[in-house]
């Protein structure tokens, strides 16, 4: 198994880390640091709080947007 294989695998299976919305844009535009994030936008045109997923274990930071926690959550850890 390869070294980059074991770190994603690794990393995958890590808890979603809260960041600010700052920074979950920071992420999206520069594909680093390599994790499972979300942040939480309070006004939304779609929703009045969005749950911002971004799954960036293979640096493609995946996003996703969700009315609940939970929801966000477990997208993240799925």
């Given at each position: 198994?390869?070294?980059?294989?074991?770190?994603?695998?690794?990393?995958?299976?890590?808890?979603?880390?809260?960041?600010?919305?700052?920074?979950?844009?920071?992420?999206?535009?520069?594909?680093?640091?390599?994790?499972?994030?979300?942040?939480?936008?309070?006004?939304?045109?779609?929703?009045?709080?969005?749950?911002?997923?971004i799954d960036?274990?293979?640096?493609?930071?995946?996003t996703?947007e969700?009315?609940?926690?939970?929801?966000?959550?477990?997208?993240?850890?799925?």
């Amino acid at each position: 198994m390869g070294a980059l294989k074991k770190f994603r695998d690794a990393t995958s299976r890590e808890r979603p880390k809260e960041v600010t919305p700052e920074y979950a844009e920071q992420i999206i535009e520069t594909r680093r640091p390599l994790g499972k994030f979300y942040c939480i936008e309070m006004e939304t045109p779609r929703y009045h709080r969005a749950y911002i997923g971004i799954d960036n274990t293979d640096g493609s930071a995946w996003t996703e947007e969700f009315a609940s926690l939970g929801a966000c959550k477990r997208w993240l850890t799925k």
